[in-house]
């Protein structure tokens, strides 16, 4: 059995529940943390990469070096396929006459170029070690910078809807 009302008296105000306000939304830390974080990192890839392109391309010395040999790192791409990358490693001897071995940035791809071969490289005299095929610094685009640094401004601005209205990214 059920609990029986009270009849109302006339007179006197009826006592109603009294419902507590929702809580106020909370900023999401965690949205805004991972937001930020990936901005950053976005943010280093693309100033490194301009960087090294900008040292090549401004003060870097065109020489002919000999492909000493072709690094390679192996790697998963999905779940079964194993792909491997090679990386040139040069050989040749900077304008104050050192002896200078390094590995390029960029990798290749076949048809792969053979060992003792002469290629025209570019490299930073500041940094010997920074050394690229000349053919990849001449055929060089910005394509990170336009295809990232509009991923990176959305993070930036989904971590400041993340923290200044948090009611936006309520759950349902």
């Known amino acids: ?14 006592r109603r529940r009294e419902v507590p306000p929702p809580p106020a939304p ?9 937001s930020f974080g990936l901005a950053c990192l976005i943010g280093a890839l693309i100033v490194t990469q301009m960087r090294d392109r900008h040292a090549l391309s401004s003060r870097g010395l065109r020489i002919e070096a000999v492909l000493e ?12 396929e194993q792909r491997r990358t090679y990386y040139p490693v040069f050989a040749f ?3 104050q006459g050192h002896a200078i071995e390094a590995q390029g940035r960029q990798p ?8 003792g071969q ?7 005299p500041e940094n010997p070690t920074l050394v690229q095929s000349a053919a990849a610094v001449d055929a060089a685009s910005d394509w990170e910078v336009w295809v990232l640094a509009p991923v990176a401004v959305l993070s930036l601005l989904l971590g400041v809807v993340a923290i200044l209205w948090p009611g936006r990214l309520r759950r349902p």
Not at 26 to 34: D, F, H, I, M, T
Not at 118 to 124: A, N, W
């Open 26 to 34: 909370r900023p999401r830390w965690g949205v805004a943390a991972l």
């Open 93 to 95: 001897t900077s304008a």
């Open 118 to 124: 002469r290629i025209q490289v570019v490299y930073d």
């Open 69 to 80: 040999r072709l690094d390679h790192q192996d790697h998963r791409h999905g779940w079964f």
């Open 1 to 14: 059995m059920g609990r029986r009302r009270r009849p109302h008296r006339p007179g006197r105000p009826r």
């Open 108 to 115: 290749v791809y076949p048809p792969l170029p053979v060992a």
